[in-house]
């Protein structure tokens, strides 16, 4: 007899189907493994997406490489140091953000882009109720 008791011994003695990520057709098993993703698996439809994707990155390596060799180690770690305090300082989430400060470091603040138009935060698909979207920053959901 089972340790577990005379309920487990009903449960043990069923033969179970193995798992696997196809379901029984050969299909891909929704209920067990979710929606599929499609746009993880897909490829950059071009071949400057992905630079296009990592531009402000490489700008800001770029950047302080330039800055390193021109003043020092110096500059590029207290730049680094203001953008990281500057990331952390934000609204509450369930207000609009516009991150002046950073676009001010980045040299950014008088340049207009397509975001600056197409960014209407009245628009926004963002905006939930507020006390959940608190507790859940906080950690309390």
């Known amino acids: ?6 309920g487990s011994q009903l449960k043990d003695s069923i033969p179970i189907a193995e798992f696997s990520a196809s379901g029984p ?6 209920l067990r493994r979710g929606f599929t993703s499609v746009k993880n698996e897909l490829l950059p439809s071009h071949p400057l997406e992905l630079s296009e994707k990592n531009f402000q990155p ?8 330039t800055l390193r060799n021109i003043q020092g180690l110096h500059a ?3 730049l680094q140091m203001e953008f990281k ?6 609204r509450l989430p369930f207000l609009h953000s ?3 400060a950073l ?11 397509f975001e600056d138009i197409l960014n209407d935060p009245s628009q926004s ?3 939930g109720e507020p006390h959940t979207m608190m507790e859940y920053k906080l950690g309390l959901l």
């Open 85 to 90: 305090a500057v990331k952390q300082v934000q």
């Open 98 to 100: 516009s991150n002046i």
């Open 76 to 78: 590029p770690l207290k």
């Open 103 to 113: 676009d001010t470091l980045r040299g950014n603040d008088e340049c207009i882009g």
């Open 58 to 65: 490489n700008q800001d390596k770029m950047n302080f490489a």
């Open 125 to 127: 698909e963002v905006m």
């Open 1 to 6: 007899m089972n340790s577990r008791g005379s």
């Open 25 to 30: 057709f050969g299909g891909h098993d929704i």
